[in-house]
């Protein structure tokens, strides 16, 4: 296959996001833009990018159903960046119809949704592709590549520490943020899930016993609160994960906060040495705690990662490569998502108390003052929220 034909559905929201990619892969020979949904109610909001799109030579299509009915032959790649409800029924919808599937970020809602998208790619014999953008980039990669050499030693443990606050425009942005569900369909939809869900599943993959597998959950506790005023799912949550393999994965995260999360994101921690992740480089140092001796950093370079998660998904349809991010190593992430949140038996809210407002770049912003520095030590400490001592936190059960 020369370029490969891709189709998305929607450019609004996030599908503006895949619109840049697939241009900017069109550009460098990768794929030819064939086709676009823009449904009739978007239709006059869009008008000027979809008489740009006309110009260009793509196909525009009122509905999903028409693209996949029109598409047979022509389109390749079915791109879906729509909301978390609608990943598996369109996701299994274009498979079944004998498309490839790169579809984004979190896979589905739920383990059960997961496994019927992996039946349906298994059926179809098709690729089903997952936008976690970061797993193709070289600083996950290289860092990978060291760890199943041997050259850390076995993984113990993974640490993260992650918050960026989100206002009341984020979570009006769609009818499902921050929602717990939609139309009967669990989304969970919270840091973990969505805007910081790339750490978690970053270090799930990292801890796995192959260059194609994450670790397997074996154990789940997970603490859910929620700040934000007018959402019903968490905006503030811990997590530990014991893993099949003998690692445990700790996670922290928030939206509550007046300020951004710190440089470092995410450690890795082995038995021979640690690395440290950003969003675009790893620093891999070697030795033990007290006495790390920096080895290597490596960059992502100058192309954004989702732009070179686009390009891998492109070049595995294309078979000139084998695809990195798929359905069988994502599901891990749904897994540790949904049993946190069977673990805290739903979510806890911040009492008023704790809790102050502010306006700001994404409208009104419910935040606890603080709670950057309460998360920093909770992970140097291994705690979570109810084990820091935190007074509004509420202890959760472990779930198998």
Same mark, same amino acid.
């Given at each position: ?7 998305? *559905? ?16 069109? %550009? ?8 676009? $949904? ?13 008489? &740009? ?18 598409? &047979? ?8 960046? @729509? ?19 790169? @579809? ?28 976690? &953008? ?26 993260? @520490? ?26 969970? %939809? ?8 790339? $750490?978690?599943?970053?270090? #799930? ?29 968490? %905006?503030?949550?811990? #997590? ?7 690692? *445990? ?12 999360? /710190? ?12 690395a440290r992740w950003a969003w675009s480089r790893t620093e891999i140092y070697t030795g033990r705690a007290g006495q790390y001796a920096l080895r290597e950093t490596v960059t992502d370079g100058d192309t954004p990662t989702g732009v070179q998660a686009y390009a891998a998904a492109l070049s595995a349809v294309a078979g000139k490569?084998? /695809? #990195?991010?798929?359905? %069988? ?6 897994? @540790? $998502? ?16 704790f809790v102050e407002s502010a306006d700001g770049e994404s409208g009104r912003n419910d935040y606890v003052p603080g709670i950057l520095p309460l998360m920093q030590r909770m992970m140097d400490e291994e705690k979570s929220f109810f084990e820091a001592g935190v007074e ?9």
């Amino acid at each position: 296959m020369a370029a490969v034909n891709v189709g998305i *559905v929607g450019i609004g929201g996030f599908g503006g996001t895949h619109l840049s990619h697939a241009r900017r892969c069109r %550009d460098e020979g990768r794929c030819r833009l064939a086709a676009v $949904v823009i449904r009739e109610e978007e239709r006059e909001a869009q008008a000027e990018a979809e008489k &740009q799109l006309a110009a260009e030579g793509v196909a525009i299509h009122r509905s999903f159903d028409e693209m996949l009915d029109a598409g &047979q032959g022509t389109i390749d790649l079915v791109s879906i960046p @729509c909301g978390i409800h609608l990943h598996a029924p369109m996701s299994i919808a274009a498979l079944e119809r004998g498309y490839h599937v790169y @579809c984004e970020k979190p896979p589905a809602g739920t383990v059960a949704d997961t496994l019927a998208m992996k039946e349906a790619r298994d059926r179809a014999g098709r690729m089903l592709l997952i936008g976690f &953008q970061h797993i193709p980039s070289p600083s996950i990669q290289r860092l990978k590549t060291v760890l199943l050499a041997g050259e850390l030693g076995r993984v113990r443990k993974g640490k993260a @520490c992650i918050a960026g606050p989100r206002g009341a425009h984020y979570y009006g942005r769609n009818r499902w943020a921050g929602r717990l569900a939609v139309e009967g369909s669990p989304i969970y %939809d919270s840091p973990m899930q969505n805007a910081h869900s790339h $750490v978690l599943n970053n270090m #799930l993959y990292l801890a796995g016993p192959s260059r194609h597998e994450s670790a397997a959950p074996a154990e789940v506790y997970g603490e859910n609160y929620r700040v934000q005023r007018g959402i019903e799912s968490a %905006d503030t949550q811990f #997590l530990r994960v014991a893993t099949a393999e003998g690692a *445990v994965l700790l996670f922290t995260t928030t939206h509550a906060v007046d300020k951004g999360h /710190p440089e470092w994101s995410a450690e890795v921690h082995g038995e021979k040495g640690m690395a440290r992740w950003a969003w675009s480089r790893t620093e891999i140092y070697t030795g033990r705690a007290g006495q790390y001796a920096l080895r290597e950093t490596v960059t992502d370079g100058d192309t954004p990662t989702g732009v070179q998660a686009y390009a891998a998904a492109l070049s595995a349809v294309a078979g000139k490569s084998t /695809p #990195l991010c798929v359905v %069988d190593n994502a599901m891990q992430h749904t897994m @540790c $998502v949904e049993k946190s949140f069977a673990s805290s038996e739903g979510v806890t809210p911040v009492p008023d108390a704790f809790v102050e407002s502010a306006d700001g770049e994404s409208g009104r912003n419910d935040y606890v003052p603080g709670i950057l520095p309460l998360m920093q030590r909770m992970m140097d400490e291994e705690k979570s929220f109810f084990e820091a001592g935190v007074e509004w936190g509420r202890k959760s059960k472990t779930v198998d």
